[in-house]
């Protein structure tokens, strides 16, 4: 009522919502409790957790940040019932483009996941795919490797083309990062990750390719996660004039928040950077 007495008389608004215009004023002259203050110190902080997540944020891992960084023991609920109140509330998904071109003269590797996407160590299994991103000079495409048991993008390159070296410098990097011994790398039936040039950097690299079925999104949904985050987070709240451009910015992204910062729910919400050096303190 406070905030729309300008616009409506104050009798007017008491009489619709069936309150006294005497107990309005009584309430307006009353004092804030000890909880009103509590609550609005509380949404100043879950503002600038949810500003600095570039806006992004939903409840649960606004309520994760405030536990393990600021200390705040809270319900999720109450999180959830404050932001709503300020009008604060996280990012969703929307579609995005496929960009699997499958080759019919080459032989795909077997499905070695069948969709378990769990793993219980790390560099166990690795999933792969490719993404376009784009720029005001054309397409810009992603080839990303990430591990499977800390979510984390363990290799990745940008190109503008989606040739079979995109993928191979993304596989190269990641192979340099962490070193695996005999990693199953598990991606879609792109032509780029049937031909014979990727196959031979696997073999030789000891990586032990698998492919999901054709035109099934669910074979590799754990790549294709990833990049739906990156979208809606990121690319789809940007305008790239230059690849260059968006090459910096995907950088920032990748390896300034996602793999370091950003909080991710099957993890118990802690970065993929945070949940390794807990699980993995003997990382070389």
């Not at 309520?63 to 609920?77: F, P, S, T, W």
């Amino acid at each position: 009522m406070k905030a729309h007495q300008a616009e409506h008389a104050v009798h007017r608004m008491c009489e619709l919502l069936g309150v006294s215009t005497s107990g309005y004023y009584a309430w307006l002259g009353r004092p804030a409790s000890v909880r009103d203050l509590e609550d609005r110190e509380l949404t100043e902080t879950i503002r600038e957790i949810w500003e600095e997540s570039d806006q992004t944020y939903g409840a649960p891992r606004v309520h994760a940040e405030l536990v393990d960084d600021y200390g705040i023991q809270v319900g999720r609920k109450r999180v959830a019932r404050l932001m709503a109140a300020a009008g604060i509330q996280g990012v969703s998904r929307r579609r995005w483009v496929r960009t699997t071109v499958r080759d019919d003269t080459t032989r795909p590797a077997p499905d070695l996941v069948q969709r378990q996407f769990t793993a219980t160590a790390p560099n166990q299994v690795w999933v792969a795919d490719i993404t376009c991103i784009a720029t005001g000079e054309g397409w810009l495409y992603l080839a990303a490797v990430q591990d499977m048991w800390s979510r984390r993008i363990v290799g990745w390159a940008l190109a503008d083309h989606m040739r079979t070296e995109l993928v191979q410098t993304a596989l190269h990097r990641a192979i340099a990062a962490r070193r695996p011994d005999r990693v199953i790398h598990h991606s879609d039936q792109g032509s780029q990750y049937t031909s014979v040039a990727f196959g031979l950097a696997a073999h030789n690299a000891g990586v032990v390719p698998s492919m999901g079925s054709v035109g099934d999104c669910y074979d590799n949904a754990m790549a294709e996660s990833f990049f739906a985050t990156l979208k809606t987070e990121r690319v789809h709240r940007r305008s790239y004039r230059t690849r260059d451009e968006a090459i910096n910015d995907v950088f920032t992204w990748i390896e300034g928040r996602y793999n370091t910062r950003r909080r991710h729910s099957a993890l118990g919400y802690l970065s993929p950077a945070t949940f390794e050096r807990r699980h993995w303190p003997t990382k070389p």
